[in-house]
Every structure is written in C-alpha cells, then in structure tokens.
C-alpha cells in the first residue's frame, strides 16, 4: 500500500532563516506529487507541483522553491522566511485521476 | 478568484440528524469533484468524488449530489456522527496529466449530541 510521510511534524523558524521541508512517498512509482499550504482560516492552496524527476512547476509566485530531487521525493524549500511563510504545509501525491493524498502536514510558524 | 467556494464557514447538526455541505464552484472545466474531511493538526483525508457524468454517488452514510447545471456539489452525511465533526473541503479538478486539485475553503461540521 502506499503511504507518505512528511517531516518535520511542527518548526518554528526565525524571520531570515532557511527552510527545508521533506515529503517521501513509499508504494508508488512515478507519482504526482503536491505541495499545499493551508493559512489560518483559509482554504487549501497548491504551491507546486510535479509531474516527474526535475519537473516542477508553480502555483503562485512567493519565497518558496520546490525541488523533486528522486522520484518520490519532494523538497520545499525557503532561502529566506518571511512572517507571512507561517502555515500549515502539506505534501500530497496522486496517479492519474485518483485525487490527491496527503500526509500529515508540517505547523510552520516563522517568528 | 475564488473558483471552488464553501460559502458556510461552519455547521452545527444533531447527532442522527443530516449533514448538508454545499459547495460551489465557477469553472466549468472542471470534471471530477471531490470531498475531504479533515481534522486539526492533521492533513485532509479523502472522503468521497463523483465525475461529472454522474449526478450523485453515494458511499455508506457520505452522499455527494452533483449539479452542472447550477455549478453545485452538495455533501450529505446521514445520520451524522460526533465523530463526522471536523472541517470538510471541497475539491474540484480537471482532465490534465496531474490533477490539480483546487480547493474550496472549507465548512467546519460540529455534530452535538
């Protein structure tokens, strides 16, 4: 069975500091994979995404980058953070139409 | 733009009573529409989806009623369940090589007892 697991659970960062989220998808080959982020009362918002090995395209343009460096692993990352970076992030996959599934998300919260 | 919109930020229901989410959505490229529930501190789980070509599709207690026309999706949960309380998304995509899910904001369900 497939399963996905993202780390770290909760960071707390300083304004300036880099970041670098991990999300790794085991019992699947070739999977889409997602970066989400969800602000305090908001919705879900897709970050970026990608389609294979070195494929990554962006949502929205922010201080964030995404890197797919094996086939089931997906980076983001930040040189930089910002306040306005606090969120709860989420890294998903999916195959074909299958909808996505996500992990269990990481509380980032930059002071 | 909002395209996927849950205009209910929050519903409160009986237990054993029906649980109504509505969603609404104004692309009409979308084709495959999904249902997520998720609790705090957790990512969102998935709940149940329905294509465009069918116009309700039911699972156990989880019902999703689909209509193009109105650009409506509605979630039903019946009976309704203290556990059923969390935030429900609703989710939208459309025929590509990946699926692009556009969420809506969400309704937080709290069912009483």
């Known amino acids: 069975s497939q399963t996905i697991h993202q780390w770290p659970a909760t960071l707390v960062q300083p304004v300036g500091s880099p970041l670098s989220l991990e999300c790794t998808v085991e019992?699947?080959?070739?999977?889409?994979l997602y970066w989400y982020r969800q602000a305090a009362g908001r919705g879900l918002q897709l970050l970026f995404y990608?389609?294979?090995?070195?494929?990554i395209s962006s949502e929205v343009p922010q201080n964030l980058s995404a890197s797919r460096p094996q086939d089931r692993q997906f980076i983001l990352s930040s040189k930089k953070l910002l306040l306005s970076d606090s969120g709860f992030y989420l890294c998903?996959?999916?195959?074909?139409?299958?909808?996505?599934?996500f992990g269990q998300g990481t509380r980032l919260t930059v002071v | 733009d909002q395209q996927v919109k849950q205009n209910s930020p929050s519903l409160s229901v009986q237990e054993g009573r029906i649980s109504i989410l509505n969603c609404d959505y104004t692309?009409?490229?979308?084709?495959?529409f999904l249902w997520y529930k998720k609790y705090p501190a957790e990512g969102p789980t998935f709940l149940i989806s329905?294509?465009?070509?069918?116009d309700k599709n039911e699972d156990g207690r989880f019902t999703v009623f689909l209509n193009k026309s109105a650009k409506h999706l509605s979630l039903h949960i019946v009976p309704s369940q203290p556990g059923d309380s969390a935030v429900y998304f609703c989710?939208?995509?459309?025929?590509?090589?990946?699926?692009?899910?556009?969420f809506g904001t969400g309704t937080r369900l709290q069912v009483t007892l």
């Open positions: 998903a996959w999916s195959v074909r139409r299958s909808g996505a599934f």
């Open positions: 019992g699947t080959s070739n999977p889409n």
């Open positions: 990608s389609v294979g090995i070195g494929q």
């Open positions: 692309n009409s490229m979308f084709d495959y």
């Open positions: 329905i294509s465009s070509i069918k």
């Open positions: 989710a939208a995509d459309f025929t590509g090589t990946a699926s692009k899910l556009t």
